[in-house]
């Protein structure tokens, strides 16, 4: 979900920027197990799906900025040290916060916090190795482990690779090449024993290069047809804001009714064509994703997507304190109809809204503190290595 926006003044995407931002929060408030309307809507029970918003449009700015310079040799090592430092430090540093976590709960074991023995289930000591080598998703521990989001980030690196040796060994086919690949993605999905796109541990690199080829491809239509006709700079038009607002309708109530089924498949192409809407940022709905505190979600939505599970889990550990300190029961453990895991705040919920909205500031508060400290940081050192690699 990392992908980084085009330089080009018409080809910055505001709009696409604040929409990864907006599914990085619907990803957030999928995996909050809490009472109310929020957690519980069909919307958000489905918001796993943007995941593959992301797959896709990774490939579609990934493609945009990266696929005409591949085919040079001398650009490959500086694009795997760029990506490479995009997505591993804040991975390791949420790993190591977890790592943490898991120590300092053998310290409290019997403080009633940890509801297991440390360092068990999924966060096993040698799991830690295929996390930092991103080999978790290779089936070894047959589960997602540590960091749960992690498996998509892991995944979207592996298809860095597989990006670039598409556009250095075909460059002139490139685009014929991803089309190849994304037919043959979606096949395989549909042809394994799943049948759908639901796959993280094992699996789920067909998936993201499904997406990722799928955002590539919509990349070819924009190339072609789309900045054609995109002027950023004008006022809203009414065809354009028709289109967003039927083609937001469209994802909403496909998210919220397709479900673990092989419908599914369809996402990556569902959300190819609403990012090729969007990227025209000529409606009213464009108009409004341009707010700032809408494109501050989307700078920071790598880090809200990697530290939410960290902080709803301490979230769960401090709720469960007070309950073990005050005597009052603020926590129930239990299973919704859909199946999904929840953590009631009690049975009350306008107590689960208040609790989903404070853990959002929280997550927001972090995110902002590991952009800052972590994200650009590494970021900044990886571009000076790679401009001195450059320099004669």
């Known amino acids: 979900m990392s992908g980084s926006p085009v330089p080009a003044p018409i080809d910055r995407f505001v709009a696409l920027d604040s929409l990864r931002g907006l599914c990085a929060i619907a990803v957030c408030l999928f995996h909050f197990r809490a009472a109310g309307p929020i957690s519980t809507s069909d919307f958000i029970g489905g918001s796993w799906l943007f995941v593959d918003f992301f797959f896709v449009l990774s490939g579609f700015v990934i493609t945009a900025n990266y696929r005409s310079r591949l085919s040079d040799s001398r650009e490959l090592i500086p694009y795997i040290v760029l990506r490479f430092a995009r997505v591993w430090p804040l991975h390791v540093v949420v790993l190591v916060a977890y790592i943490l976590m898991e120590l ?4 409290l074991d019997g403080a009633g916090i940890m509801q297991r023995v440390p360092f068990t289930d999924d966060k096993p000591v040698y799991a830690i190795f295929t996390n930092l080598t991103f080999t978790q998703i290779f089936g070894i521990e047959g589960r997602v482990t540590w960091n749960q989001p992690a498996w998509s980030i892991a995944a979207e690196f592996w298809t860095y690779l597989i990006f670039a040796a598409i556009c250095f060994v075909g460059a002139r086919s490139s685009y014929l090449i991803l089309a190849i690949v994304a037919v043959a993605a979606a096949a395989l999905l549909a042809y394994l024993p799943e049948g ?3 796959l993280t541990h094992s699996g789920s ?13 919509a990349w070819a239509v924009w190339e072609r047809l789309g900045r054609r006709i995109a002027h950023p700079d004008r006022p809203a038009d009414a065809i354009a804001t028709a289109a967003e607002v039927a083609s937001l309708a469209f994802v909403v109530a496909y998210v ?5 089924s092989p419908a599914n498949l369809a996402a990556p192409v569902v959300f190819g064509v609403s990012i090729l809407i969007f990227a025209h940022q000529r409606g009213r709905l464009s108009q409004l994703l341009k707010l700032p505190f809408l494109v501050q979600l989307g700078t920071l939505s ?18 469960r304190l007070f309950g073990s300190a005050s005597g009052i029961d603020v926590v129930t453990d ?5 199946g999904r895991a929840k953590m009631l705040a009690g049975s009350s919920a306008t107590q689960g809204v208040v609790f989903t909205v404070l853990m959002l500031c929280i997550v927001f508060i972090t995110a902002s503190l590991t952009y800052k400290y972590v994200e650009q940081p590494a970021l900044g050192r990886a571009r000076r290595l790679v401009r001195r690699r450059k320099s004669p």
């Open 196 to 198: 759908q796109i639901a």
């Open 104 to 107: 300092l709960g053998s310290l």
């Open 302 to 319: 790598y880090s809200i997507y990697m530290v939410h599970a960290f902080v709803q889990s301490r979230f769960d550990d401090a709720l």
């Open 256 to 260: 919220s009714n397709v479900g673990i």
């Open 205 to 217: 690199l067909i998936r993201c290069v499904y997406g990722f080829s799928t955002g590539g491809l």
């Open 334 to 338: 239990t299973i919704s109809a859909s």
